[in-house]
């Protein structure tokens, strides 16, 4: 399927495949690193389309009944394939039931530990902010456990004064900061 969906014409064919989610999810939960590396790299591929990103958030809600995102943010915390993960999180953390699971399993402290860590890139902690933006802006009661951790590690002021960190991830982090600031987020 990797090979099939590098060719710009088959994207939008996989994309469309009524079974091509649950595949996609059975193989990033039961594969080998190898096959979850290649499924990954399938819905990176796919969700490079903007009528795949549509069809991605437009299947959410299968998404969450097939469980990618548990498998994604298992990923994540082990450490693998993060890069690509981070980016379909970011597609699916637009849909209120991804919010929803995410809040369940966790996602913040998930997403908090891998921008903390010392390797992370860039892009990595632009697609982390992205996501916890997305998703306070869904569920604000979330914004609670980022402001904890603010309070306790002050990591999102620190990243606004590092210069390795892109533009638009200070960008988020700023937003995300403002919002701890603002008093009716502190009563949610």
Same mark, same amino acid.
């Given at each position: 399927?990797?090979n099939?969906?590098?060719?710009v014409?088959?994207?939008?064919?996989?994309g469309?495949?009524?079974?091509?989610?649950?595949?996609i999810?059975n193989?990033?939960?039961?594969g080998?690193?190898k096959?979850? $590396?290649?499924?990954t790299?399938?819905?990176f591929?796919?969700?490079d $389309?903007e009528?795949?990103?549509?069809l991605i958030?437009?299947?959410? *809600?299968?998404?969450?009944?097939?469980g990618?995102?548990?498998?994604i943010?298992?990923?994540i $915390?082990? *450490?693998?394939?993060v890069?690509?993960t981070s980016?379909?999180?970011?597609?699916l953390?637009?849909?209120?039931?991804v919010?929803?699971?995410?809040?369940?399993?966790?996602?913040?402290s998930?997403?908090l530990?891998?921008?903390?860590?010392?390797?992370c890139s860039?892009?990595?902690r =632009?697609?982390c902010?992205s996501i916890?933006?997305?998703? =306070?802006?869904?569920?604000?009661?979330l914004?609670?456990?980022i $402001?904890?951790?603010?309070?306790?590690?002050t990591?999102?002021?620190?990243?606004l004064k590092e210069?390795i960190?892109?533009l638009?991830?200070k960008?988020?982090?700023?937003?995300?900061?403002n919002m701890?600031?603002?008093?009716?987020?502190?009563?949610s």
């Open positions: 399927m990797l099939l969906a590098i060719c014409d088959n994207k939008r064919v996989i469309e495949h009524p079974s091509s989610i649950h595949l999810v193989s990033l939960k039961t080998t690193i096959t979850r $590396r290649n499924t790299t399938i819905l591929t796919l969700s $389309r009528f795949n990103r549509n958030i437009g299947n959410s *809600g299968i998404a969450v009944s097939e990618v995102v548990e498998v943010l298992k990923l $915390r082990e *450490g693998e394939l890069e690509k980016v379909i999180l970011v597609l953390s637009c849909h209120e039931k919010v929803d699971e995410m809040s369940e399993l966790d996602v913040v998930c997403l530990n891998s921008i903390k860590k010392s390797k860039a892009s990595l =632009y697609n902010f916890l933006h997305n998703i =306070y802006s869904k569920d604000p009661t914004l609670e456990e $402001r904890d951790d603010e309070t306790k590690d990591m999102l002021s620190k990243m210069d960190v892109a638009m991830a960008r988020t982090a700023k937003a995300i900061l701890l600031d603002q008093p009716e987020a502190s009563s």
